[in-house]
């Protein structure tokens, strides 16, 4: 298999939805792989088409989930859900794993795996922060440090176990899902990474490296995982 199959759901067909796609595009193909975009539609048929078509998946940043999902009621600072969205990555993130195939969760898709295994999510780090986690505007900079597991996969293929990341969220892990562990954390004790025990190739990050990797070239070697993975 020269360029395996990577499946990255639709963000959605204005400018700035093509922006953010194009970055993680960008990085998968540079790392040797076809990127295949996924319609969300939350179907049976969807999902199995997806499964039977792609090696691997990629669950990348997005909108805030919907804190029902994990037993909340929303908070005022609560971004508006994408409930399509939400039960779409759901349905494939659980079929995806199911089916033990490699898997790569960036910002919201590493809050989003924390859900499925049954974890909560902070919904507001305003207050209980050291470091500016929302901050966009420096996305492509290492803006705060973080410490990694020595012991972990991310820490393996990023060849330490304390690197300095970009931030672009405002919510986090907060109650870790059974069978995840956490990986590395911010200075403030914020999960910074997730991983699944004993499962082939699951790596969870919550800052985004697909702004970094022009910059930061360390930081395409977590996409080079993933398609050596699907390989």
Known sequence: MIYPVIGVPLLGRNIFHRYIQYKYTRCLEQAGAAVMLLTLEPSEEMVEAALSKCTGFLFPGGPDIQPELYGQSPQIS???????????????????LAARRPVFCIGRGMQLLNVVFGGT???????????????????????????LDPDSLVSQILGSDAVTVNSIHHQAADTIGEGL??????????PEALEIDDYPFCIAVQWHPEYMAAEVPVQQRLFKALVEACR
């Not at 609560?78 to 995806?96: I, Q, S, W, Y």
């Not at 562990?181 to 914020?190: C, Q, T, V, Y």
Request: net charge negative; glycine share 8%.
């Open 181 to 190: 562990w956490i990986a590395a954390d911010s200075p403030e004790g914020f």
């Open 121 to 147: 999510l902070v919904q507001e780090l305003k207050g209980k922060q050291e470091y500016p986690h929302q901050d966009f505007f420096n996305r492509a900079s290492a803006t705060h440090p973080i410490e």
């Open 78 to 96: 609560c971004g508006k859900p994408d409930l399509v969205r939400d039960d779409f990555e759901r349905k494939l993130m659980g079929a995806a």
